[in-house]
């Protein structure tokens, strides 16, 4: 098992930039692909980017790609997410998630950090 715990949320300008900070423990994030993912007030959790375990397999959400960059350091068992050029619209809680390998829902989820963007 994983465990993951989210940081580097706060309150930021449109058109400013944060990077979130996930580290897990228990187990090395090189066995799992991640991903992070975003719930506003009143919506489902959805997709934002993913990173498989060899760092190829990257994938964005439409909306946020060229804004945001994921990433992975797998000797201090951290993953990341930059957002540049913030919208009022990325304001969510942002989650860190892990599963294995394959066509198979996300198992470990974080508990969130809260990134709110300012007009």
């Known amino acids: 098992q994983v465990q993951l715990v989210e940081s580097g949320g706060g309150l930021v300008q449109a058109g400013g930039s944060l990077r979130l900070s996930c580290a897990a423990s228990?187990?090395?994030?090189?066995?799992?692909?991640m991903g992070w993912f975003r719930q506003a007030p009143g919506t489902e959790r959805t997709f934002v980017a993913t990173i498989g375990t060899t760092d190829a397999n990257i994938r964005y959400a439409d909306s946020v790609k060229g804004r945001f960059t994921i990433s992975r350091d797998s000797a201090r068992n951290m993953v990341y997410l930059q957002m540049s050029n913030l919208k009022p619209e990325d304001t969510a809680t942002y989650y860190c998630?892990?599963?294995?390998?394959?066509?198979?829902?996300?198992?470990?989820w974080g508990q969130g950090t809260q990134v709110t963007v300012s007009e």
């Open positions: 998630a892990a599963k294995l390998p394959g066509p198979r829902s996300y198992s470990y």
């Open positions: 228990g187990r090395t994030v090189s066995y799992y692909d």
